[in-house]
């Protein structure tokens, strides 16, 4: 759906995006994640043909960005960060407007039932929270019919449940066969919602892989926390590979190590019958996949 090879793009001094290499295949949620200024917004901004590459190839359902503009943006879908509407535009007007820009796409009407703005359809735009101002944005970038979305920085801003209800939302856009491109700077969103994910770090590409395997190159081990009724004997835990530490402390334990370590800890309790009224299981996070990559912390 979308190759980028190699792409620059220099602002005076900065280099915002220093030879960035990757592919997007159909279907998928594709994240782009890094920290303030690392070049997300350059890099999609080159890939929906609203900035020119100094140097690189991009194609977009086998089109040139730049030069195939007017054609792609039939097929292809933008929500920029940041992006506003005039205050006194209503929301059911704003969908007839961006509607009108297209020969062919979605139903307004069915749009907005789909992203629970019915009811909101008369509300002008300075009137809706944040949550809604990000459903209208994904509705507006969703009306032509496109078949790809690029959604910039979506959930900054929201609370916790209006951001898992938009993720929701965007795992539903992917179901309907729409390939998403997604920019982010939250782990979690990244890690929960994206299919494979490109760290970008000053420009360059530090790592592309699923979360989990970007989690898997991390050397860390896992842990996991007990809270028993009466203390856990660490010798029950002894002779195990998997195993690397114990530590007690009256009722609760700490057990690090690698492999199927929940499935292990699990197995030697029940054989000892011993019940747990506590269990949590602590694993590698993309935070930690972030500093092992690149060497500096997410902030
Ligand atoms: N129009 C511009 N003129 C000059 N410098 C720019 C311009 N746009 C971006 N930059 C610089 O390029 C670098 C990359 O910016 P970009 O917006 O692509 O990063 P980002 O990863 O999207 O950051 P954020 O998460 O803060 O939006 C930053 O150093 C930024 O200050």
């Known amino acids: 759906m ?39 917004t350059t890099t999609v901004e080159c890939i929906a043909g609203l900035r020119r590459p100094d140097a690189g190839r991009i194609r977009v359902l086998n089109l040139d960005p730049v030069r195939d503009r007017t054609r792609l943006r039939r097929t292809v879908g933008v929500q920029l960060q940041n992006s506003v509407l ?31 703005l019915t009811n909101l359809r008369n509300s002008p735009y300075s009137a809706l929270s944040g949550g809604e101002a990000q459903r209208l944005s ?47 700077h939250f782990m979690e969103e990244a890690q929960r919602l994206c299919d ?3 760290i970008i770090d000053r420009g360059r590409l530090a790592a592309l892989d699923t979360p989990d395997g970007l989690i898997a190159r991390v050397d860390a081990p896992q842990r996991v926390h007990l809270k028993t009724r009466t203390p856990v004997d660490p010798a029950l835990f002894e002779n195990n590979q998997q195993i690397e530490g114990i530590r007690t402390n009256h009722t609760e334990t ?37 500093l092992a990559l690149t060497g500096r912390r997410f902030e």
């Open 2 to 40: 979308i190759e980028v090879d190699s792409l620059t793009k220099r602002y005076g001094d900065v280099v915002a995006a220093d030879g960035i290499t990757f592919t997007v295949e159909p279907g998928e949620i594709f994240g782009i994640l890094g920290p303030n200024g690392a070049g997300k």
């Open 196 to 198: 494979r994910v490109a």
């Open 86 to 116: 005039p205050d006194a535009l209503k929301v059911g007007e704003a969908m007839t407007l961006y509607r009108s820009f297209y020969s062919e796409g979605a139903d307004p009407a069915r749009l907005l039932a789909d992203l629970n």
């Open 254 to 290: 700490v057990i690090t190590g690698t492999g199927n370590l929940l499935h292990t800890v699990t197995v030697t309790l029940l054989e000892h019958n011993i019940a747990a009224t506590e269990t949590r299981h602590e694993t590698a996070t993309l935070e930690d996949a972030f």
């Open 138 to 184: 994904i509705a507006l970038a969703l009306i032509g019919k496109p078949r790809i979305a690029i959604l910039d920085e979506l959930t900054t801003g929201l609370d916790p449940q209006a951001r898992r209800d938009t993720w929701e939302l965007i795992t539903q856009i992917r179901d309907t066969g729409v390939t998403i491109l997604l920019v982010s």
